[in-house]
């Protein structure tokens, strides 16, 4: 069985930095690229982030500048620096494992719970 466990939310003023982890755990070959999500009150769930398992970042508009993915692949962990927050980065903040590929030979995206970032103003 595999886990995604994201940490490190919290509540911090405008223009503070908090910096995400999740970490994928189990019986795990390989896993594909990783991202991080956010769903603010009310809103739909975007796509913030992501990373190839070869270590390169994309970024959505808002966030270029200012977060910056990276992984550990010897970890199966994933990272998310987030520099300069605003009120409106204010969300609940998910990890995805993709195309993880287990003893079973499934491969099958792994998704966290969430945690909560909270930015002042």
């Known amino acids: 069985q595999v886990q995604v466990a994201e940490s490190g939310g919290g509540l911090v003023q405008a223009g503070e930095s908090l910096r995400l982890s999740c970490a994928a755990s189990g019986r795990i070959f390989r896993i594909g690229a990783m991202a991080w999500y956010r769903q603010a009150p009310g809103k739909q769930r975007e796509l913030v982030a992501t990373?190839?398992?070869?270590?390169?970042?994309n970024y959505v508009d808002s966030v270029k500048g200012r977060f910056t993915i990276s992984r550990d692949n010897a970890k199966n962990t994933v990272y998310l620096q987030m520099n300069s927050l605003k009120p409106e980065d204010t969300a609940v903040y998910y990890c995805?494992?993709?195309?993880?590929?287990?003893?079973?030979?499934?491969?099958?995206?792994?998704w966290g719970k969430g945690t909560l970032v909270t930015v002042s103003s």
């Open positions: 995805m494992a993709a195309n993880v590929l287990t003893p079973t030979s499934h491969v099958v995206d792994y």
């Open positions: 990373i190839t398992s070869g270590g390169s970042p």
